[in-house]
């Protein structure tokens, strides 16, 4: 019998395999607490600390909570915590593929252990026009906030930002005026394996690729 296997060439196995798989059911299997959201953002929280001093973090816990309301889940200890706390402002860029050393590092080192955190990367920062906060000029898309709320959770704090503007470079936008994914080419940090990526392939228009069932009737 074992004779006649080793005869029957590996392509052969292999398809045959593959098809008993498509004919298994699909188990999932238990993995845990796992955060399982994907993809998250790789957002820069800037602002400013004791005289004016620049001090950023990477933040992928951060989402758009409202219209123009911003909510990030921030470790009461960072730096940049205490900073948004007595400036009451902060700026939120987006950290995208060319800047990803940099990005990485504001989220490895504390500016309460590193004095030089910021300056050590060699970007500039402008203060806001809008608010007292820090725009990082090397990230090309930026939201500028007014803190509007805090939640301390465990000890985490949600803090929600007030969007009061929102500014980007002309090499991200597409005709429309509107920021294009594309050209962004923004990191996703991935939960699962620490893996930062960059996605530009749209697969779809949202509030339309569903459509299709909005016409369709089950019957009874
Ligand atoms: C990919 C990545 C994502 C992170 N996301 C968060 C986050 O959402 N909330 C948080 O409190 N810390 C987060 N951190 C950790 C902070 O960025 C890190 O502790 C940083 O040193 C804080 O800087 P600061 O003390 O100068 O503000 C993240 C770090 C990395 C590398």
Request: proline share 3%; with cysteine; glycine share 6%.
């Amino acid at each position: 019998m074992s004779k006649i296997v080793k005869m029957i060439p590996c392509y052969v196995l292999f398809f045959y395999f593959c098809r008993m798989n498509c004919y298994e059911k699909i188990m999932k299997k238990d993995l845990g607490v796992v955060q399982a959201v994907y993809p998250m953002p790789v957002l820069m929280i800037a602002a400013y600390g004791e005289n004016d001093k620049v001090n950023v973090m990477n933040a992928a816990w951060g989402m758009i909570c409202s219209e123009d309301k911003i909510a990030l889940f921030i470790d009461e200890s960072h730096k940049t915590t205490q900073n948004i706390l007595s400036r009451k402002a902060f700026t939120v860029s987006i950290a995208d593929r060319k800047h990803m050393e940099a990005a990485d590092f504001f989220g490895i080192a504390t500016g309460n252990k590193m004095a030089d955190k910021f300056e050590r990367t060699g970007y500039t920062a402008v203060k806001s026009s809008h608010v007292d906060a820090p725009v990082i000029e090397e990230f090309p898309v930026v939201m500028e906030c007014e803190l509007a709320e805090v939640v301390r959770t465990e000890s985490m704090y949600c803090i929600v930002g007030k969007i009061i503007n929102t500014a980007a470079e002309e090499a991200v936008l597409s005709e429309n005026g509107k920021v294009d994914p594309v050209k962004l080419e923004a990191l996703i940090f991935d939960q699962f394996q620490h893996g930062y990526y960059v996605s530009g392939e749209r697969a779809g228009k949202a509030w339309n690729a569903g459509m299709g069932l909005m016409k369709k009737e089950t019957a009874d």
